[in-house]
């Protein structure tokens, strides 16, 4: 069975649309208009997030009565390999401050966030859908991760360190240091077959929102006049900024090891590898609390993976700037078949914020539009063929038909 491509109806109308436009203008002057014609559209064609007023994607919103949700767009043939023609776009959940850090527990079959602003991790079960409270406080915890014994790996802002919770019920820190300097504020974390576990150390836990600031005279804190103990528990001991914006991996063993610089990647932010580990994507995103520099431009870069684990051979894999608009990517996830699926913060820009989906060529293939900006997206589910989708302050999913590549 082959299916058509999923097309944008703000610029083009069906043979559906046109042959109810034109059933409704039967017994009466045929109106050859394109304005006449597009709001026939807007009257048969379900809601979409562009529609005025827009779709409702909550449990008690109009179905959508086509084949494709309006909402996944095929914008190449080939997404339609992808995407699930007869599943819709759902929300699950909404009501927390800023979702990060979507994780899949595949023992557990429950999916996992962080709520960072209100310092707490959620917990969405797939046998009834309820969610509740996982985990707090976090220490403002961001990206989360499962490692390939189930293991749950998370990003820590306000402790600037990365731990694992360990099966019996401890806690383990991973890394909170190199070379003795601390940690800025740990961002997302991967876990690689060889029991290694990489992530990104970029500035934005180092602000009051989402961690907290430098002590004074830190560069997020230079005059002093922000206290970041308030808040905190007793004995909270303030840190300063040290080091520069960096990608690491914990050896096994423990050492750990620069493996990217921010002179290569600045800011670096969300972080996949391909499914068979041989490339590194690494997310660039703007700049951040007590940056020197400009910070990233919204790039995605792709690095081969050496076997002495060195990145190579550095290339710009996308700019992301969809029809004109910046579609900024921040958390990342690579299927079977080696396609980008990226979150897009395309800001005010209806209809452009969600996901973007590439081919490993570095072209854009698919679109899935929601009206929140996204933040970050995983695979779950029992077949690992759910796509989860953590957008400013609530969580959607949507059925595909491939599966993410790499635990949780």
Known sequence: ????????????????????????????????????????????????TITSPPRDFGPHGAPTTYFWDPDII??????????????????????????????????????????????????????????????????????????????????EHLTRRVVRYEHDG???????????????????????????????????????????????????????????????????????????????????????????????????????FSPDYKKLYVVSTGKGPGDTGPGGKGDVFVFDVGADNKLTNQKRFSDFVIDGVNCGPDGIRCDVNGNIWTASNAGRHVGYNGVTVWNPDGKLIGRIRLPEVCENICFGGPKRNRLFMVASQSIYAVYTATQGAGPG
């Open 1 to 48: 069975m082959t299916h058509d491509v999923q097309r944008d109806p703000e610029k083009t109308i069906s043979r559906r649309t046109l042959v109810h436009g034109l059933a409704a203008a039967a017994g009466a002057t045929v109106i050859g208009s394109s304005g006449a014609l597009a709001q026939q559209a807007s009257q048969v064609g379900p809601p979409t």
């Open 74 to 155: 095929a914008v190449d043939p080939s997404f339609n390999d992808l995407a699930q023609p007869n599943a819709t776009i759902t929300r699950l959940y909404t009501g927390m401050l800023w979702g990060e850090g979507p994780a899949w527990s595949a023992q557990g079959r429950y999916f996992l966030w962080s709520d960072i602003p209100n310092n707490r991790q959620m917990r969405w079960s797939e046998d009834d859908g309820r969610v509740s409270v996982f985990r707090s406080p976090t220490n403002n915890s961001n990206g989360n991760s499962f490692d390939f014994q189930g293991r749950q790996l998370s990003c």
């Open 170 to 272: 401890t806690s383990t820190v991973l890394c909170d240091n190199f070379n003795g300097k601390k940690l800025n504020s740990p961002n997302d974390v991967v876990a690689h077959p060889d029991g290694s576990t990489w992530f990104t150390d970029p500035p934005y836990g180092g602000q009051l929102y989402e961690g907290e600031p430098d002590a004074p005279g830190g560069s997020t804190n230079p005059g002093g006049k922000l206290n970041p103990r308030i808040g905190q528990p007793a004995g909270f001991v303030p840190s300063k900024r040290e080091l520069p914006t960096n990608c690491y991996r914990v050896d096994p063993t423990g050492r750990v090891d620069l493996v990217l610089s921010e002179d290569q990647v600045p800011d670096p932010n969300g972080l996949a």
